[in-house]
């Protein structure tokens, strides 16, 4: 139980798997990954908004982002409503030289450093209650199941290779 839970919320935060048919269960993710980057709350992405999300996808080159924002541009407005977000994000073409596997492990690199706020190797409890608050609404039980399912040496912190074990799992 507790496992797919934490699968479906590290989804949700990091827009994992953007090949998937969409479902009620991918538009909840994205949206989920919309609301937390949408920081002012304003209903729209700004192209700084929509720069993070492919950051933490692995896509950091400047180049390759300023391409993919223009092309959903039209208008040259700058802003990205939920509709346009999911059509960049359900694309599946987002332009990147990587392969898969490499993009994969940067996506996890960058999702974890997204995660460790204080940039210190580990991702606390309280980093982690933070970065699932941001998202929405997060019980305790939630965040305890979050680390105990990650935290398999059991020292209350997850480094980068049990983030990347929990990472890899499938639901």
């Known amino acids: 139980r507790y496992r797919h839970k934490t699968n479906k919320i590290l989804r949700t935060v990091m827009a994992q798997n953007l090949k998937r048919k969409l479902s009620g269960v991918r538009l ?16 729209v992405l700004s192209m700084n908004e929509l720069e993070t999300v492919f950051n933490l996808m692995g896509i950091t080159d400047n180049k390759t982002i300023k391409a993919i924002i223009g092309r959903w541009d039209m208008v040259g407005t700058g802003k990205f409503s939920f509709q346009d977000f999911v059509k960049i994000m359900e694309q599946g073409d987002l332009d990147s030289p990587e392969t898969k596997d490499v993009k994969d492990k940067e996506f996890i690199r960058n999702a ?16 982690l209650k933070v970065v699932l ?3 929405g609404h997060v019980t305790e039980s939630e965040v305890t199941a979050l680390l105990q399912e990650a935290d398999s040496n059991k020292d209350n912190k997850i480094d980068i290779e049990e983030f990347v074990q929990v990472m890899s799992k499938r639901s």
Do not use: C, P
């Open 133 to 135: 608050e941001q998202m």
């Open 28 to 43: 909840a993710e994205l949206q989920g990954v919309f609301n937390s980057v949408d920081k002012n709350r304003n209903g």
């Open 112 to 127: 974890f450093s997204a995660f460790d706020t204080n940039k210190d190797g580990f991702i606390t409890r309280d980093e």
